[in-house]
């Protein structure tokens, strides 16, 4: 016997006096958008890492890794798709992870511990996001002026003068273009570095391989979950229900749709990536493999002009990315700050909105100037906030809505999948912290060189 329907705690009248649904999560979208959405969020430059986690787990553990991976978060978030369009056709339609966590889970609390981590991992990434722009800015200076004088800051709040001009389209659906354009940048980054990669590799001067992993038992296991929390962050977005918000309703099934469409492309991106880069540069890959195609002595591994594409590739998706991760930011200022009987682009409601924006990009560009060992603290932020986010609500808020029997197949997968990933996530936390310890020598503020 189903259980009576129930008030919406977020009803949808709400919606009519909500300035972040009506203006910035704005539900006019297609499938297609949220395929361009979603793979904007998972699909960038963090691919180039990968042959670096393949370093800390060898060929086969690697690959089965990055299989298990993204099969888990592609059934999550086909879980989590499937949670927000039964809400929907109870009445109950959410466009926000956090209104949905607390109506499912009948949990006040749960609303503030889901925009919590939210908060931290979109402004996290959004801080990142302009910390490597910055970064690609600083190389192709470098090849051309390497006697220059501008410093990695200066670069920085270039880029952040660029992200507050484009912060200001108003909407999540206004990004479409740009992140269709974004998808085609992933494909052409990926090609380029893929075809250098295995143009070294079959040169005569390739690199002396080996596929050894670390010596010590302990210093294999360390590694290994290092790799393994590297992959499930590469994997991780926490914004679905927001990008699912953007579909024009009703949105049943649009979703599945766009998330094939996003995993066709991480299918290519991400296996062409860790399959070339380690099997030309072993356990001598970098964390970023452009650094191993730019050695930091001797001429570089592949045509310059191939190089500089793919850093200028790099460069502009950067600034999608940044854009996407700062939609719910941008939510929740104008839900607060706006005025639904005034128009969108009203003086009463632009005001504000490029006040407000302005500031929340130039506080990310500071930090990012501030902290170029960002990428340390990201890290940990990253365990903590994808691993719950991503791998364990999903199958949580699916077993309470679904209800499953606890001799079903699917209760008990959603259930291991929870418990081996929250480990998980403890694990790389753990590593991640003590990367933050050993690295913290090395700290220092508005630095040009970026700690690795």
């Known amino acids: 016997m189903t259980d009576p329907p129930r008030p919406d705690p977020f009803p949808v009248t709400r919606l009519e006096s909500d300035a972040g649904a009506l203006f910035v999560l704005q539900s006019k979208g297609e499938w297609w958008h949220a395929g361009f959405h979603l793979t904007t ?52 339609r959410h466009i926000r992870f956090r209104e949905l966590a607390a109506d499912v889970l009948g949990s006040g609390w749960m609303f503030y511990v889901v925009i919590f981590i939210q908060t931290a991992i979109n402004t996290g ?4 996001a302009i910390l490597l722009a910055g970064q690609c800015l600083d190389i192709m200076y470098s090849s051309l002026y390497p006697q220059g004088s501008l410093k990695l800051y200066e670069f920085i709040a270039m880029v952040t003068a660029v992200m507050i001009v484009l912060s200001q389209l108003p909407s999540f659906h206004s990004l479409r273009h740009i992140n269709f354009v974004s998808l085609l940048l992933s494909l052409g980054y990926t090609f380029l570095v893929v075809g250098a990669c295995i143009n070294i590799g079959l040169s005569k001067n390739a690199p002396k391989r080996d596929y050894s992993l670390e010596h010590s038992d302990s210093g294999k296991v360390f590694s290994a979950f290092t790799s393994i929390s590297i992959i499930a962050a590469i994997f991780g977005n926490g ?60 001429p570089t591994l592949a045509p310059i002009v191939v190089i500089g594409l793919a850093v200028i590739f790099v460069l502009l998706q950067l600034f999608a990315i940044g854009l996407v991760y700062s939609q719910v930011a941008y939510e929740i200022m104008e839900k607060k700050s706006a005025d639904t009987t005034k128009g969108i682009f009203s003086r009463r409601n632009l005001v504000p ?8 990009m130039a506080f990310c560009g500071f930090m990012a100037a501030m902290l170029p060992f960002f990428g340390d603290i990201n890290a940990v932020v990253g365990a903590f906030g994808f691993i719950p986010l991503d791998f364990v ?28 990933f929250t ?13 933050l310890v050993l690295d913290a020598n090395k700290f220092k503020l508005f630095s040009s060189e970026v700690v690795d």
């Not at 059934?75 to 039964?86: I, Q, R």
């Not at 890959?285 to 730019?294: P, V, W």
């Open 125 to 128: 990434i959004g801080i990142g």
């Open 393 to 420: 609500l999903p199958m949580l808020l699916y077993n309470m809505t679904y209800k499953p029997t606890k001799r079903s197949f699917t209760y008990w997968i959603n259930m291991t999948i929870m418990v081996v």
């Open 41 to 92: 969020a998972i699909v960038g430059p963090t691919i180039l890492t990968l042959p670096y986690a393949f370093r800390g787990l060898g060929w086969w553990l690697g690959f089965l890794c990055l299989t298990t991976m993204g099969l888990v978060t592609f059934y999550a978030y086909y879980l989590m798709s499937k949670v927000l369009d039964h809400c929907e056709k109870s009445g109950r």
């Open 423 to 435: 480990c998980a996530g403890l694990m790389g936390a753990f590593s991640s912290i003590r990367k």
């Open 239 to 298: 914004i679905l229900p927001e990008i699912q918000a953007t579909l024009a309703p009703p949105a049943t099934g649009k979703m599945l749709k766009g998330l094939l469409l996003c995993y066709s492309v991480i299918f290519f991106t991400f296996y062409s990536a860790a399959i070339s880069g380690y099997w030309v540069f072993g356990n001598n890959s970098s964390s970023n493999i452009l650094k191993n195609l730019m050695p930091d002595e001797g």
């Open 353 to 360: 909105r490029l006040i407000l924006r302005t500031l929340y």
